[in-house]
């Protein structure tokens, strides 16, 4: 399931300059593929603070995998694009990189590296 998932990920970065995980959601969701699960996307050494949350493990491996092989990067980006996507974490912004107390949320867009 993972590389099929890693496929349908790369195909909508060919289509477009940057995805989100709501886009990347809907598309997974058209291909019938379950992303639900319990798993989050988060900084390495940043507990509380998190990029995307409640994902299946395939999800989170194939996004931590292609992160890993350097095929796609994380940007930072306001939460408008998200909220323009139809779905928002329910968290503060994080505004820094530090350790925060309670979760807080780091929007980021997905592109593919040059």
């Known amino acids: 399931m993972k590389n099929k998932i890693k496929e349908i990920i790369l ?6 300059k940057f995805v989100n995980f709501v886009d990347i959601e809907n598309e997974l969701e058209k ?16 507990k509380n603070i998190y990029h995307w949350i409640n994902i299946s493990i395939d999800f989170a ?15 930072g980006c306001p939460s408008s694009i998200y909220f323009l996507s139809g779905k928002l974490l329910k968290f503060p912004i994080a ?13 980021v867009i997905i592109s593919k590296n040059k």
């Open 61 to 75: 491996d194939s996004i931590i995998d292609l992160k890993n092989e350097k095929i796609i990067t994380f940007t």
């Open 11 to 16: 195909d909508l970065l060919e289509r477009n």
């Open 95 to 107: 505004t820094k990189k530090e350790q925060y107390k309670i979760p807080h949320w780091l929007p």
């Open 31 to 46: 291909n019938n593929i379950n992303f639900e699960g319990s798993e989050v996307i988060n900084p390495i050494n940043y």
